[in-house]
């Protein structure tokens, strides 16, 4: 292969989450298409983590780049203080309707970690504007809310936060709820319930910490008795949303429904960067007066920006089509069987599975940890194999595509085995 794009590369950029003086070089892609992406030599790729879990429909859907395409014929972006356009309009009203009653409101921002600051200045402020000082914020341990500062400060404290740990407010972490500690969580936050602004939390799967996950009975109990305390929740469904957990969005499983949610990844299916939290009409409400001051001073140069909220409209109307819920459920099932399989695996533990997400630890000595060398020999591996993972230390996963057929799970299956058996 040509390393000219390798060489270049390393000369001008810098990579997120890595190591530059021991990574070895970046993989030039020149092209995706469907569940594939195309290095130089046009060796393929499956790419079976959807590119950090945002790709739903696969790479360059042509439905996708023809909308946007059109979009950017006609308007590409436009102020969104004072000013307003039909792919913004039509957007929020097509989410909100498949949203709880409860979301009557869509606040635009550019990311996962902007949609979570959004809703965190929402909650703060919500209580300031009533007049009442809240400045607790409660969130589950080994949580991931994203890298800018808000987000990370409701994140579990980690190697990740350590050198920002003086800067980042105070935040209380909760165990994630369980049927055994119910009772014990909700005793803790009895104590202080009229100081927490807010509570945040990933519903069924706390991605970065290592696809870990929980069942939703314990977590409606929990969302019940913040009701109760009149505690502001907001709902991480970041990762969640948009058919990964098997159904539309998390909260379908939960029987409790949140006051303000967050959205990005799959919100434009993977092809741009959109952010969006919703919220109820009550959080809404404490916003509006005749005192300028209580405005929410909250924007970004490119909120709502034309293009991608085409590109979000274009990828809800596949994900609803039946053909793409056909998919989703083959996915889940076929999920479902290749569990059974990795579970008699001497080298695996721990597996599990939430719809179209499944995961499995590998035995190691050293235990979890994001450094573990075992993930980038396991990587290694995979990639030549053709395929993309992305371990979380010795933790292995697939998201993959909704467009993923039986075959190409088939292949990753059997690929998955195959290097499972080459190690050690
Ligand atoms: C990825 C992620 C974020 C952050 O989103 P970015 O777009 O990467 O900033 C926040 N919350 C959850 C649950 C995520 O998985």
Request: proline residues 4%; charged residues 20%.
């Amino acid at each position: 292969m040509n390393d000219e794009l390798k060489r270049r590369d390393r000369a001008v950029n810098w990579h997120p989450y890595t190591q530059m003086k021991t990574a070895g070089d970046a993989l030039p892609i020149v092209k995706g298409k469907g569940v594939y992406l195309y290095d130089e030599t046009g060796k393929k790729y499956i790419d079976a983590v959807s590119s950090w879990w945002v790709t739903l429909h696969g790479h360059a859907h042509p439905y996708i780049a023809q909308r946007v395409g059109e979009q950017l014929n006609t308007l590409e972006q436009v102020i969104f203080a004072g000013f307003t356009h039909e792919p913004a309009i039509k957007l929020s009203e097509n989410l909100l309707n498949l949203l709880p009653e409860k979301q009557q409101k869509v606040f635009y921002s550019d990311n996962g970690s902007t949609a979570v600051e959004v809703a965190l200045k929402m909650c703060i402020q919500y209580a300031y504007n009533r007049g009442t000082k809240k400045s607790r914020v409660l969130a589950l341990k080994n949580a991931y809310h994203g890298d800018t500062f808000g987000a990370m400060a409701v994140s579990g404290r980690s190697i990740w936060t350590q050198p920002f740990g003086d800067m980042l407010f105070d935040v209380t972490f909760i165990d994630t709820p369980s049927t055994q500690n119910l009772e014990n969580l909700k005793s803790q936050i009895d104590h202080f319930a009229d100081e927490i602004a807010c509570f945040i939390y990933e519903p069924l799967v706390q991605g970065a910490a290592g696809m870990l996950m929980y069942p939703p009975e314990p977590l409606s109990e929990l969302m019940k008795f913040c009701r109760e305390k009149k505690i502001v929740m907001i709902q991480d469904e970041i990762f969640t949303g948009f058919g990964r957990t098997g159904k539309l969005f998390a909260t379908q499983y939960l029987a409790e429904q949140p006051d303000i949610m967050c959205f990005s990844k799959g919100l434009t299916g993977g092809t741009m960067p959109l952010g969006i939290t919703t919220c109820s009409d009550e959080i809404y409400q404490a916003f509006l007066s005749d005192d300028k001051y209580k405005t929410l001073f909250h924007g970004h140069s490119f909120t709502a920006n034309p293009l991608a909220c085409t590109a979000a409209l274009a990828s809800l109307e596949l994900l609803l089509k039946e053909e793409t819920q056909q998919s989703i459920r083959q996915i889940v099932k076929e999920h479902e069987s290749f569990a059974k399989t990795l579970e008699k695996h001497p080298l695996v533990q721990c597996v599990r599975q939430t719809g179209t997400i499944l995961a499995w630890e590998l035995k190691t000595e050293n235990k979890t940890s994001y450094f573990n060398e075992v993930g980038r020999r396991v990587y290694d591996a995979f990639l030549r194999k053709g395929i993309l993972t992305r371990p979380l230390g010795n933790v292995l996963y697939l998201v993959p595509p909704y467009c993923t057929t039986k075959d190409e799970l088939r292949f990753v299956y059997d690929n998955t085995i195959e290097v499972l058996n080459d190690f050690e």
